[in-house]
């Protein structure tokens, strides 16, 4: 049963991208679906990208493993989404209609007039794009094996290929009316899988109880994180979200930017109920593993799977198992679509050249980044939470104080984003290899994406001050639309 409804759901997204490839004819409708998105599906397909395999299988390991602290990265969801829409939204789709932009790095050239910063930008998205494509691939491969029995590593391919195949022949147009699909799927999944977490272990009530009793630690307000690291993870995925690629790039396919007012409702209630998968498996894994209902789980990140298989009805995991690879790939696609422009536009105009074949060269080097974020998967052995939090982080320090303040802020200089952009790749990239070879560590508490968010912000505002007297004046259009 479980097979059955996988394949059903695989046929329906093989139909969508049969018919998004026949309407995918030029580099804008690969890049930007035409900028003809309705509202309810730019919210939807945003949240989906939102949230992937880090939300679905990395998040209930996270909370299996770190307690209560884990909520942390999710609490400031409803914040984010008005942030975006009132500091973003607006001015990068107006700016787009105004340059004719197709990236979120061409908003950073256009704002500063660098290619320098924009090819800059665009490195560091490439870089943060491969590492959260890990992390959804890994994440992939665990369902596909859980379903199919695979193994992992066969997992992660077989995912890839799937995705390969939509993303490449559609772009984002397919990319979009699958998010659709796939949100409705997850919104669904969560809310049955939730009500089925609770009745798994009596109700929230006695869920408490039973943790209580073995690990009191875990249902502390700051669960088993120190109470800077969890207060570090609320900021850098408060303010992180304004930076995220993936969506701030949907902006740009708003085809009326006067309905921006609705965004934040919508999204807000789509996370949700997407959400609820999130820390209700995490909590009923951890009391079932307490009172013996499953055994300890040799890694985290299958407590998703484990709890599907072994508690709810074989329709339903079926169906949820869909919803997972709904989200997962939601993401992928949508970041093998950013990384492919990156590499079809913003480095050609960064060196000062003229973008050529973007058709056909945003085809294949969608398919060159999959390849190496499965490599990439299938080598690190991380667990998905983990990958994940160092490509958000990564974006984060790299292109909120550039992007985000940037564009609201007319203080901002050139030498300020390219500087920022920099402290965020190196900072981020030194401190987390650092920690991987074990060379250095922080002291608890203290995480890598919030240090380097930090770093970025500071050389931002201390570099824009430094250089005020010697900075370009604001092009007339981008100083109209930051003044909107």
Not at 63 to 88: H, K, Q, R
Not at 264 to 279: K, S
Not at 456 to 472: I, N
């Given at each position: 049963?479980i097979?059955?409804?996988?394949?059903?759901?695989?046929?329906?997204?093989?139909?969508?991208?049969?018919?998004?490839?026949?309407?995918?004819?030029?580099?804008?409708?690969?890049?930007?679906?035409?900028?003809g998105?309705?509202?309810?599906?730019?919210?939807?397909?945003?949240?989906?990208?939102?949230?992937?395999?880090?939300?679905f299988?990395?998040?209930?390991?996270?909370?299996?493993?770190?307690?209560?602290?884990?909520?942390?990265?999710?609490?400031?969801?409803?914040?984010?989404?008005?942030?975006?829409?009132?500091?973003?939204?607006?001015?990068?789709?107006?700016?787009?209609?105004?340059?004719?932009?197709?990236?979120?790095?061409?908003?950073?050239?256009?704002?500063y007039?660098?290619?320098?910063?924009?090819?800059?930008?665009?490195?560091?998205?490439?870089?943060?794009?491969?590492?959260?494509?890990?992390?959804?691939?890994?994440?992939?491969?665990?369902?596909?094996?859980?379903?199919?029995?695979?193994?992992?590593?066969?997992?992660?391919?077989?995912?890839?290929a799937?995705?390969?195949?939509?993303?490449?022949?559609?772009?984002?147009?397919?990319?979009?009316?699958?998010?659709?699909?796939?949100?409705?799927?997850?919104?669904?999944?969560?809310?049955?899988?939730?009500?089925?977490?609770?009745?798994?272990?009596?109700?929230?009530?006695?869920?408490?109880r039973?943790?209580?009793?073995?690990?009191?630690?875990?249902?502390?307000?700051?669960?088993?994180?120190?109470?800077l690291?969890?207060?570090?993870?609320?900021?850098?995925?408060?303010?992180?979200?304004?930076?995220?690629?993936?969506?701030?790039?949907?902006?740009?396919?708003?085809?009326?930017?006067?309905?921006?007012?609705?965004f934040?409702?919508?999204?807000?209630?789509?996370?949700?109920?997407?959400?609820?998968?999130?820390?209700g498996?995490?909590?009923?894994?951890?009391?079932?593993?307490?009172?013996?209902?499953?055994?300890?789980?040799?890694?985290?990140?299958?407590?998703?799977?484990?709890?599907?298989?072994?508690?709810?009805?074989?329709?339903?995991?079926?169906?949820?198992?869909?919803?997972?690879?709904?989200?997962?790939?939601?993401?992928?696609?949508?970041?093998?679509?950013?990384?492919?422009?990156?590499?079809?536009?913003?480095?050609?105009?960064?060196?000062?050249?003229?973008?050529?074949?973007?058709?056909?060269l945003?085809?294949?080097?969608?398919?060159?980044?999959?390849?190496?974020?499965?490599?990439?998967?299938?080598?690190?052995?991380?667990?998905?939470?983990?990958?994940?939090?160092?490509?958000?982080g990564?974006?984060?320090?790299?292109?909120?104080?550039?992007?985000?303040?940037?564009?609201?802020?007319?203080?901002?200089?050139?030498?300020?984003?390219?500087?920022?952009?920099?402290?965020?790749?190196?900072?981020?990239?030194?401190?987390?290899?650092?920690?991987?070879?074990?060379?250095f560590?922080?002291?608890?508490?203290?995480?890598?994406?919030?240090?380097?968010?930090?770093?970025?912000?500071?050389?931002?505002?201390?570099?824009?001050?430094?250089?005020?007297?010697?900075?370009?004046?604001?092009?007339?259009?981008?100083?109209?639309?930051m003044?909107?």
């Open positions: 049963m097979v059955l409804v996988a394949l059903a759901y695989v046929a329906v997204i093989a139909v969508i991208s049969v018919w998004a490839a026949r309407r995918t004819r030029t580099a804008q409708d690969f890049f930007l679906a035409g900028k998105i309705g509202l309810w599906a730019l919210a939807i397909s945003a949240m989906a990208a939102t949230l992937s395999g880090f939300t299988i990395g998040g209930p390991g996270l909370v299996y493993s770190l307690g209560l602290g884990a909520m942390f990265i999710v609490l400031p969801a409803s914040l984010t989404n008005s942030m975006s829409a009132w500091t973003l939204a607006k001015r990068m789709r107006l700016l787009g209609e105004a340059r004719g932009l197709i990236t979120v790095p061409d908003a950073i050239g256009a704002r007039r660098s290619r320098l910063a924009q090819g800059l930008a665009g490195v560091a998205i490439l870089v943060a794009i491969v590492g959260y494509m890990a992390t959804n691939m890994l994440a992939l491969g665990l369902v596909v094996d859980a379903v199919f029995g695979t193994g992992l590593g066969w997992g992660i391919w077989l995912g890839a799937v995705m390969i195949a939509y993303s490449a022949a559609g772009g984002i147009l397919a990319g979009i009316y699958t998010d659709v699909f796939q949100g409705i799927v997850m919104a669904l999944a969560s809310a049955l899988v939730f009500a089925f977490a609770l009745g798994s272990g009596g109700g929230l009530g006695e869920i408490s039973t943790i209580l009793a073995a690990d009191p630690g875990f249902l502390e307000p700051w669960g088993k994180l120190t109470p690291a969890a207060l570090s993870f609320f900021f850098v995925f408060g303010l992180g979200a304004l930076a995220q690629p993936h969506v701030v790039h949907k902006f740009y396919m708003l085809r009326d930017p006067r309905r921006l007012k609705w934040p409702v919508l999204m807000t209630a789509a996370l949700m109920v997407t959400l609820l998968l999130y820390f498996v995490g909590v009923a894994v951890k009391a079932l593993v307490v009172r013996g209902g499953l055994p300890a789980l040799a890694r985290a990140d299958d407590a998703t799977p484990q709890f599907l298989l072994h508690y709810t009805p074989a329709l339903l995991s079926g169906f949820v198992f869909s919803g997972v690879a709904a989200a997962i790939m939601s993401t992928v696609n949508s970041f093998m679509n950013v990384g492919a422009a990156v590499l079809t536009h913003d480095l050609p105009v960064a060196f000062g050249k003229k973008p050529v074949r973007q058709l056909f945003g085809r294949v080097w969608t398919v060159v980044i999959a390849a190496m974020a499965a490599l990439v998967a299938q080598w690190s052995g991380t667990l998905v939470a983990f990958l994940g939090i160092f490509g958000w990564l974006f984060a320090s790299t292109l909120v104080p550039a992007l985000a303040i940037g564009l609201n802020w007319q203080g901002a200089t050139r030498q300020g984003a390219i500087a920022s952009i920099a402290t965020g790749l190196v900072a981020t990239l030194g401190f987390e290899s650092a920690a991987y070879f074990k060379v560590s922080f002291p608890a508490g203290v995480t890598i994406s919030g240090l380097s968010l930090v770093l970025s912000m500071l050389v931002f505002f201390a570099v824009s001050w430094l250089t005020r007297r010697h900075a370009e004046a604001i092009d007339e259009d981008v100083r109209a639309v003044e909107m």
